[in-house]
């Protein structure tokens, strides 16, 4: 009896086992396709949202519910009198303000509509116009952030002022996007900073070895594979992710050096991070005040428009985008800083 269950958890073992080494292979495929897409247009449509208009149907409810009766007809009467006669003047002197919004996560799976977006609003942005992003990003891998802050690097090369504003989290990656503005605005106690590059992976190589169970790896190239999850990782290989993570942090801290003059690197770009006050003392930002109190500000000089990509996803993507964003969401919460 007891060889049998011996026999049957050693049954169990190599049958897990193997149920992960499928799984990992059909996330590998998922994301295959995942990129594929991204690379391929699938069309999609451009949504553009009056701000101005929605914070005035916001007053118009708002009075109606808590004014008398004959109050709110007279403002309406004034509103309607002065949205005619702003009708007659020529919208087109008065400069704008374009609202993007940025929810990052680990692959920054985002970007393809943040490109689109982008696009679009050079094609019809001019210099008297202004661009804010509102930007919540814990960061995740190096190249996907690096495309999503080159795309926000289109809207400074053409003159257009960029504000990136944070209410809950600028970091790692996402203040690589951050620092790129001309302007950085952050709530009190947003997250920002963490200026530095991490690697990390489980390594399963003495549990298949108790087990009984071989992994081969074959390449091509000394360093074609440095640390594995299944095979024994070496001293060389840690020693050679080390060299390239320093690497990455040199490249990352000359980026924010580009475009965030005379910030102390030596001082912020330890992986740590700071609160907003902390942050704008640091000089990582420079202004405290939330993205909805900067807008406002803002409405009685501009003309407000938020835009969004709406892509077409195919029914595979939308199957699996579920999950995605989940196992997103998950991995989040486990890097995010605590705060």
Request: positive net charge.
């Amino acid at each position: 009896m007891l060889d049998a269950l011996i026999d049957y958890g050693l049954f169990t073992a190599k049958a897990l086992t193997l149920l992960a080494l499928v799984g990992l292979f059909v996330l590998l495929l998922l994301r295959a396709r995942q990129a594929g897409a991204l690379s391929h247009d699938e069309g999609g449509r451009l949504e553009v949202i009056d701000l101005n208009d929605r914070y005035t149907d916001m007053v118009d409810t708002l009075k109606f519910a808590t004014q008398p009766r004959k109050a709110y007809k007279r403002w309406l009467k004034a509103e309607r009198k002065e949205e005619k006669a702003r009708a007659k003047a020529d919208r087109a002197d008065r400069p704008r303000l374009f609202v993007l919004d940025f929810h990052g996560d680990l692959m920054a799976t985002e970007v393809g509509g943040l490109r689109e977006s982008i696009s679009a609003l050079l094609l019809e942005a001019s210099h008297d116009d202004e661009v804010l992003v509102r930007l919540d990003n814990a960061g995740g891998a190096v190249h996907e952030h690096g495309l999503a802050a080159s795309q926000l690097l289109r809207i400074r090369a053409q003159g257009i002022p960029l504000t990136v504003a944070v209410d809950r989290v600028a970091a790692s990656g996402g203040y690589l996007m951050a620092c790129v503005a001309d302007r950085i605005l952050a709530a009190p106690f947003a997250i920002i900073g963490s200026i530095g590059v991490l690697a990390q992976l489980p390594n399963f190589h003495r549990w298949l070895e108790r087990r009984d169970i071989d992994f081969e790896q074959l390449t091509a190239g000394e360093y074609k594979r440095t640390l594995s999850v299944f095979g024994e990782n070496t001293d060389e290989g840690r020693a050679k992710v080390l060299q390239q993570l320093e690497e990455t942090h040199q490249l990352f801290k000359g980026f924010i050096r580009e475009y965030r003059k005379g910030l102390d690197l030596d001082k912020v770009a330890t992986g740590e991070y700071w609160h907003g006050e902390q942050a704008l003392a640091l000089g990582l930002v420079d202004a405290l005040t939330t993205s909805d109190d900067y807008l406002l500000a803002a409405r009685g000089q501009r003309d407000l428009y938020r835009l969004r990509w709406r892509a077409k996803k195919r029914p595979w993507s939308r199957l699996f985008g579920g999950a995605r964003a989940l196992l997103g969401r998950l991995a989040m919460a486990v890097v995010r800083p605590p705060g």
